[in-house]
C-alpha cells in the first residue's frame, strides 16, 4: 500500500458529461500528479499540482482541469467526455523536496465513456 | 519528439530463467530513472531508481538496473525469475532540463508472463 487512495474506482459517463476524480495523498506529500493510462499503454502525464497551484501540464486540452486542497488532496475535473477519454487514471503524490521526485500511485479510477 | 522506449510488449520465460527487459530514452542531459511494476489488480509500485552515482541501481525483489549514458538506456535485470514476477514492468524518465519537476514519461510498457 502507498498511502494514496483514489475515488471512485469505476465510473460509467456517456459522451458529453462532465467527470470528477477525486485523489488523497500520501501523509506528509505535499505535490499531486495526475495520469491517464489508456488499455495497452503507459499513463501520460495529465498535470501535477503543488501548494495548491498547477505546476506543470502534459498535452492534454483544458477540459482537463485540477484542483488542490490546503490538506494537499486533489480533483480531476474533465468535462465534456468523449469516447477517448475512456482510461484508468492514476494519481500520484510525492513530496517536492531536495529534487528526489519519487511518485507513489494510487490504484486508480476507471472510467468508462459510452 | 523526445520518447520512452521499451522494447518488448510482451515475454513470456520460464520460472529460474533470467530476465532483461529494454529501456531507451532520447532526453539529452540530465535524467532521473525509474523502472515500475504493476502486479494484476494492483497499483503501480516502485522498483528502483536512478539519480545519480553507480550506474548499477539495486532494487527491490532481486531486480537490478544499469543506467548506460552513452546509450540512452537503463534495462532491467533480474538473474532467475520467479512465477510472482508476472506482471507488467513500465520504464519511467524525468528530464531534469524540460520536464517539470515530478513529471514522468513512461514508456508503452512491457507484460511479462512467468511459466512454472
Known amino acids: 500500500e502507498t498511502g494514496v487512495t483514489q475515488s471512485p474506482t469505476h465510473l460509467i459517463k456517456t459522451r458529453g458529461q462532465q467527470v470528477t476524480l477525486r485523489c488523497s495523498s500520501q501523509?506528509?506529500?505535499?505535490?499531486v500528479s495526475w495520469y491517464q493510462q489508456a488499455l495497452g499503454q503507459g499513463p501520460q502525464f495529465i498535470f501535477q499540482y503543488y501548494r495548491e497551484e498547477e505546476n506543470g501540464r502534459g498535452n492534454f486540452p483544458p477540459r482537463f482541469s485540477g484542483l488542490q486542497f490546503p490538506n494537499y488532496s486533489s480533483e480531476l475535473n474533465v468535462n465534456a467526455l468523449e469516447l477517448d477519454d475512456s482510461a484508468l487514471y492514476l494519481c500520484?503524490?510525492?513530496?517536492?523536496?531536495?529534487?528526489?521526485?519519487?511518485?507513489?500511485f494510487g490504484a486508480g479510477t476507471r472510467l468508462s465513456v459510452l | 519528439a523526445q520518447s520512452v522506449s521499451q522494447h518488448n510488449h510482451h515475454v513470456i520465460l520460464s520460472e529460474a530463467a533470467s530476465l532483461e527487459l529494454g529501456c531507451n530514452y532520447s532526453?539529452?542531459?540530465?535524467?532521473?530513472l525509474f523502472w515500475y511494476v504493476q502486479y494484476p489488480g494492483q497499483h503501480l509500485q516502485l522498483l528502483l531508481k536512478?539519480?545519480?552515482?553507480?550506474?548499477l541501481v539495486k532494487g527491490i525483489k532481486g531486480f537490478e538496473a544499469e543506467f548506460i549514458k552513452s546509450k540512452f538506456s537503463f534495462n532491467l535485470r533480474k538473474p532467475s525469475v520467479q512465477w510472482s514476477d508476472t506482471a507488467e514492468y513500465f520504464c519511467?524518465?524525468?528530464?531534469?532540463?524540460?520536464?517539470?519537476?515530478?513529471?514522468?514519461?513512461f514508456g508503452a510498457g512491457t507484460q511479462v508472463v512467468v511459466t512454472p
Open positions: 501523509s506528509g506529500h505535499n505535490t
Open positions: 532526453y539529452g542531459g540530465t535524467v532521473n
Open positions: 536512478y539519480f545519480s552515482g553507480d550506474p
Open positions: 500520484a503524490s510525492s513530496h517536492k523536496r531536495g529534487g528526489t521526485n519519487i511518485q507513489y
Open positions: 519511467a524518465v524525468n528530464a531534469k532540463a524540460t520536464d517539470s519537476w515530478g513529471k514522468l514519461q
